[in-house]
């Protein structure tokens, strides 16, 4: 089968599509026919070879931990899942990934994939979409009526945020840059604040009960947030190279999210797309072939909204 893999960790240049062992799945785990992979920032870093220590892979390693597509064999002692089925999944950070044509997982990891939209672009749906979900209902405890204000609010989480938070009842402010903004309304934000031009501190007025930051920000930015959340209330980050900001004496929490897999919660959010009420946005699609450019797009800032990547055979 043909796979994307780097042999050592560095730049983009790396990457090399080439012709590997289709893998045979072992004891409690499933073969799945790739229908689609997508690009999330922390493939870079692990490529690069920035996240050794949280992530260790083995060299050769195929990127990808978004999946979507059809099993097509099952291992030793699976239950549950049948040949034919179309999934979704958020696979382990530290085994090889779905940049290929066929890609190995454990089956409770496994997801009915949406039916609503094409099984390609269910890619632009686990990682990102369950990093939406866990900052604001496992951290944030979000229920009806609460402010929340969603801080770089144009990227790909952002996008499942704004529509989760005003789905659960919640005012949404949102910052978004001024190319991303009508996006953002639609999505669903109440307030949208173009984070280019304007400072959040000088526009929220009235305090908010979870800030959610997805943005590379600075410090001091970062930390201003917290200054904007009610006594006990909750700053999630999502940029783990900078500790959350928290209040101890108001009671405000720093909590820094790691993404984890949830099979259920990623069904409740395919429940979601198929009802309508969560809408999933693919801004390209790009063969695999071509994953090392998209890489170096990426590298230089020049990638906006999530990215399915598609086997160019299969």
Same mark, same amino acid.
Request: hydrophobic share 45%; charged share 20%.
């Given at each position: 089968m043909k796979a994307v893999r780097f042999h050592e960790y560095g730049d983009p240049d790396v990457?090399?599509? %080439?012709?590997?062992? /289709?893998?045979?799945?072992?004891?409690g785990e499933v073969r799945i026919r790739v229908a689609g992979t997508s690009f999330n920032s922390v493939d870079g870093n692990i490529r690069g070879g920035f996240m050794r220590g949280p992530i260790p892979v083995v060299l050769p390693h195929t990127p990808g931990i978004d999946v979507a597509g059809t099993v097509d064999a099952l291992g030793e002692g699976v239950h549950g899942v049948e040949v034919g089925?179309?999934?979704?999944?958020?696979l382990p950070m530290d085994g090889d990934g779905a940049a290929a044509e066929y890609v190995l997982a454990p089956a409770e990891i496994l997801a009915p994939a949406p039916k609503s939209v094409p099984l390609a672009?269910?890619?632009?749906?686990?990682?990102?979409?369950?990093?939406?979900? /866990?900052?604001?209902?496992?951290?944030?405890? &979000?229920?009806?009526? /609460?402010?929340?204000?969603?801080?770089g609010a144009g990227g790909a989480v952002g996008g499942y945020a704004v529509q989760l938070a005003k789905n659960a009842g919640a005012h949404v402010i949102a910052t978004a840059s001024h190319r991303s903004g009508d996006a953002v309304r639609a999505a669903g934000a109440d307030e949208v604040i173009d984070r280019t031009t304007t400072s959040v501190t000088t526009v929220v007025t009235e305090p908010v009960d979870i800030a959610l930051n997805l943005a590379p920000v600075a410090p001091? %930015?970062?930390?201003? &947030?917290?200054?904007l959340v009610r006594s006990g209330g909750v700053v999630v980050n999502t940029t783990v190279w900078m500790p959350a900001p928290g209040d101890e004496e108001r009671g405000v929490r720093g909590i820094d999210l790691f993404v984890r897999s949830d099979a259920g919660q990623l069904a409740q959010l395919v429940e979601l797309i198929d009802r309508g009420e969560l809408r999933v946005d693919v801004a390209e699609r790009v063969p695999l072939a071509e994953l090392a450019s998209l890489h170096a797009r990426a590298a230089e800032g020049a990638v906006h909204g999530k990215v399915v990547v598609v086997p160019s055979a299969g």
């Amino acid at each position: 089968m043909k796979a994307v893999r780097f042999h050592e960790y560095g730049d983009p240049d790396v990457l090399r599509f %080439e012709d590997v062992e /289709q893998p045979a799945p072992g004891a409690g785990e499933v073969r799945i026919r790739v229908a689609g992979t997508s690009f999330n920032s922390v493939d870079g870093n692990i490529r690069g070879g920035f996240m050794r220590g949280p992530i260790p892979v083995v060299l050769p390693h195929t990127p990808g931990i978004d999946v979507a597509g059809t099993v097509d064999a099952l291992g030793e002692g699976v239950h549950g899942v049948e040949v034919g089925d179309d999934v979704v999944a958020f696979l382990p950070m530290d085994g090889d990934g779905a940049a290929a044509e066929y890609v190995l997982a454990p089956a409770e990891i496994l997801a009915p994939a949406p039916k609503s939209v094409p099984l390609a672009d269910a890619a632009a749906l686990p990682v990102v979409g369950l990093t939406a979900y /866990q900052a604001l209902f496992d951290h944030g405890k &979000l229920t009806a009526g /609460q402010r929340v204000l969603i801080n770089g609010a144009g990227g790909a989480v952002g996008g499942y945020a704004v529509q989760l938070a005003k789905n659960a009842g919640a005012h949404v402010i949102a910052t978004a840059s001024h190319r991303s903004g009508d996006a953002v309304r639609a999505a669903g934000a109440d307030e949208v604040i173009d984070r280019t031009t304007t400072s959040v501190t000088t526009v929220v007025t009235e305090p908010v009960d979870i800030a959610l930051n997805l943005a590379p920000v600075a410090p001091a %930015e970062l930390a201003a &947030l917290a200054t904007l959340v009610r006594s006990g209330g909750v700053v999630v980050n999502t940029t783990v190279w900078m500790p959350a900001p928290g209040d101890e004496e108001r009671g405000v929490r720093g909590i820094d999210l790691f993404v984890r897999s949830d099979a259920g919660q990623l069904a409740q959010l395919v429940e979601l797309i198929d009802r309508g009420e969560l809408r999933v946005d693919v801004a390209e699609r790009v063969p695999l072939a071509e994953l090392a450019s998209l890489h170096a797009r990426a590298a230089e800032g020049a990638v906006h909204g999530k990215v399915v990547v598609v086997p160019s055979a299969g």
